[in-house]
Nanobody
Framework: QVQLVESGGGLVQPGGSLRLSCAAS????????AGWYRQAPGKQRELVAA???????NYADSVKGRFTISRTNALDTVYLQMNSLKPEDTAVYYC???????????WGQGTQVTVSS
């Protein structure tokens, strides 16, 4: 079993920045891929950014050039650096760790990000 704990959400003005953290209970990210998802009220959960176990990254078109996903060398924490935030980025952000071959998939509890003046 793996626990994921997100932190770093909050209220920020448009154009501001936040960094979200996802701390895993073990150093899993050499085996697990990681992703940040978000869900706004009345909308489906969507993938924002992902990083493979090999370190390759991909982003939703809506956040390319503004958000950066990364992980620690200890492979136990994943970050989402969010710059130039927009009101439409407002959502609950969730961290995900998955090991497809083993059928393992874990979610954090979510952290609220609100972009508003």
């Amino acid at each position: 079993q793996v626990q994921l704990v997100e932190s770093g959400g909050g209220l920020v003005q448009p154009g501001g920045s936040l960094r979200l953290s996802c701390a895993a209970s073990r150093s899993i990210f050499s085996i697990y891929a990681a992703g940040w998802y978000r869900q706004a009220p009345g909308k489906q959960r969507e993938l924002v950014a992902a990083i493979t176990k090999g370190g390759n990254t991909n982003y939703a078109d809506s956040v390319k050039g503004r958000f950066t996903i990364s992980r620690t060398n200890a492979l136990d924490t994943v970050y989402l650096q969010m710059n130039s935030l927009k009101p439409e980025d407002t959502a609950v952000y969730y961290c995900n760790a998955n090991w497809v071959v083993a059928g393992r998939d874990y979610w954090g509890q979510g952290t609220q990000v609100t972009v508003s003046s």
